[in-house]
């Protein structure tokens, strides 16, 4: 995603090589990395690095969540609506109001539903994803690599017609 979107405290950017260390110290707190499927665990600076290089490249799907210019987190939707965000950055509103800055972004230019889904026993992101209007699918077994255990993910799916209906 190459674009840049602008909320009320928010801007969700493309990712800048610069952005590195900050991605490398997010994911390497365990209470983070722990909501991400087959993340690499212990995360490294080379981890970021690869990261952020995907992500500044032409094959970026992924924008970088600033607040007050401090980088607080990251946020896709390109195959699905995914998030993760610094601990420092957590209830604070922030996912919620980058999610929804990016779905009204996918409604404007298209009908296709969208998917999500979080962990089980991750009652944020439940939030997150209730308040934008995702309905529950199925569920599905994904490998914690921080934790290294199985973790249950509820896959949760929002139309268009879901969407308007709490925005």
Same mark, same amino acid.
């Given at each position: 995603? &190459?674009?840049?979107?602008?909320?009320?405290?928010?801007?969700?950017?493309?990712?800048?090589?610069?952005?590195?260390? %900050?991605?490398? *110290?997010?994911?390497?707190?365990?209470?983070?990395?722990?909501?991400?499927?087959?993340?690499?665990?212990?995360?490294?600076?080379?981890?970021?690095?690869?990261?952020? #290089?995907?992500?500044?490249?032409?094959?970026?799907?992924?924008?970088? $969540?600033?607040?007050?210019?401090?980088?607080?987190?990251?946020?896709?939707?390109?195959?699905?609506?995914?998030? %993760?965000?610094?601990?420092?950055? %957590?209830?604070?509103?922030?996912? &919620?109001?980058?999610?929804?800055?990016?779905?009204?972004?996918?409604?404007?230019?298209?009908?296709?539903?969208?998917?999500?889904?979080?962990?089980?026993?991750?009652?944020?992101?439940?939030? $997150?994803?209730?308040?934008?209007?995702?309905?529950?699918? #199925? &569920?599905?077994?994904?490998?914690?690599?921080?934790?290294?255990?199985?973790?249950?993910? *509820?896959?949760?799916?929002?139309?268009?017609?879901? %969407?308007?209906?709490?925005?």
């Amino acid at each position: 995603m &190459t674009f840049t979107l602008q909320t009320d405290r928010l801007v969700l950017r493309p990712f800048r090589a610069a952005d590195s260390l %900050w991605v490398t *110290q997010a994911l390497e707190d365990v209470d983070v990395a722990q909501w991400i499927p087959l993340l690499p665990f212990p995360y490294s600076i080379d981890d970021g690095r690869s990261f952020v #290089e995907l992500q500044a490249g032409p094959k970026a799907d992924a924008l970088a $969540v600033v607040h007050n210019d401090l980088p607080v987190g990251c946020i896709t939707k390109v195959i699905e609506l995914g998030y %993760w965000f610094r601990k420092s950055a %957590w209830g604070q509103g922030f996912a &919620t109001e980058a999610a929804r800055a990016v779905v009204a972004q996918h409604f404007r230019t298209s009908d296709q539903n969208l998917t999500s889904g979080y962990m089980i026993d991750n009652n944020r992101s439940q939030r $997150v994803l209730s308040k934008l209007g995702f309905v529950p699918k #199925e &569920t599905v077994e994904r490998l914690s690599t921080a934790v290294d255990e199985m973790k249950t993910i *509820q896959r949760m799916v929002l139309s268009r017609a879901d %969407w308007e209906a709490c925005a």
